[in-house]
């Protein structure tokens, strides 16, 4: 399962360059956020790379920061700066989003790890299933988990939704219509990956997250495709 | 002839289905909320 991380990885990254290279081309702030979101996403399944391989205490707490905290937000972030038309409004969660991810980044550093479970780690064996005994969190890193995980899911998914309906009421750009579509589908995907954790499923994360930023590397593609 | 050319355009199927694909993400949308919850609430117990 390493390898299906380690090819998450490529393509995430390779949306990030292609998202980047829009953002450079035409501006706009959502872009920007998109960006910095699938960062957050390739740098969570690279370090799920590494910890298959060995150990190591600062790719746990990128892993869990990135992928467990962050990466939902800041793709929603993206989202609510392009469908918000307040500015001003748009301006306020981001440097809400900001200050949480700095408070985030804070507690998950300076979270103390358990040395007996660290030595007791099995790289053969997911970080999701382990972490928990490994890293202490407390109850506002959990909160905070919580909150950024169902808001930026919420934001990213609900707002692709949204779109979507958008563009089939008004019958118009059929193109961006199935992108949001996609993109909705791909953004579920990984949001379902704790629910198949806990649920013992846990290859099902791993096949969450590749699916996931397929279909919204291919729904990205398509929403933009005309207008390139 | 209008009807039959009404029925074979695919671009008419697409827009029928749409409203039902939003509805399902939508519903998947809220289920995987309330899960992401619940799993959330179970770990902030277990912490």
Not at chain 1, 44 to 59: I, P, R, S
Not at chain 1, 100 to 112: D, E
Not at chain 2, 13 to 33: D, E, H, N, S, Y
Request: with cysteine.
């Amino acid at each position: 399962m390493h390898y299906l991380s380690l090819f998450t990885t490529l393509i995430t990254f390779a949306f990030c360059i292609a998202v980047m290279a829009r953002y450079t081309h035409r501006g706009g702030l959502h872009l920007l956020f998109w960006g910095f979101g699938l960062v957050l996403y390739g740098l969570g399944t690279l370090t799920e790379v590494w910890l298959g391989f060995t150990f190591n205490e600062y790719a746990l707490k990128i892993w869990y920061l990135c992928g467990a905290m962050l990466t939902a937000a800041w793709l929603g972030q993206g989202t609510i700066n392009l469908l918000v038309r307040k500015a001003g409004l748009a301006r306020i969660f981001n440097i809400i989003l900001a200050v949480v991810s700095a408070v985030a980044f804070l507690l998950v550093f300076s979270a103390a790890i358990n040395p007996e479970a660290a030595a007791a780690f099995d790289p053969s064996a997911p970080a999701s299933t382990q972490y928990k005994e490994i890293m202490s969190r407390n109850g506002l890193t959990i909160l905070l988990t919580i909150l950024l995980n169902i808001y930026g899911t919420l934001t990213l998914v609900g707002g692709a939704i949204y779109s979507a309906y958008l563009f089939w009421r008004k019958r118009v750009l059929a193109n961006r219509l199935l992108g949001n579509i996609l993109i909705a589908a791909g953004g579920l995907l990984p949001a379902m990956g704790g629910t198949f954790v806990a649920a013992g499923m846990v290859d099902m994360l791993y096949i969450s997250e590749l699916a996931g930023v397929i279909l919204m590397f291919i729904g990205f593609l398509q929403a933009t495709a005309s207008n390139n | 002839m209008k009807r039959k050319t009404r029925r074979s355009d695919p671009s008419l199927w697409v827009r029928k289905a749409v409203p039902l694909i939003l509805l399902v993400l939508t519903l998947l949308l809220v289920g995987t909320l309330a899960l992401v919850g619940l799993v959330a609430f179970g770990a902030f117990q277990g912490a």
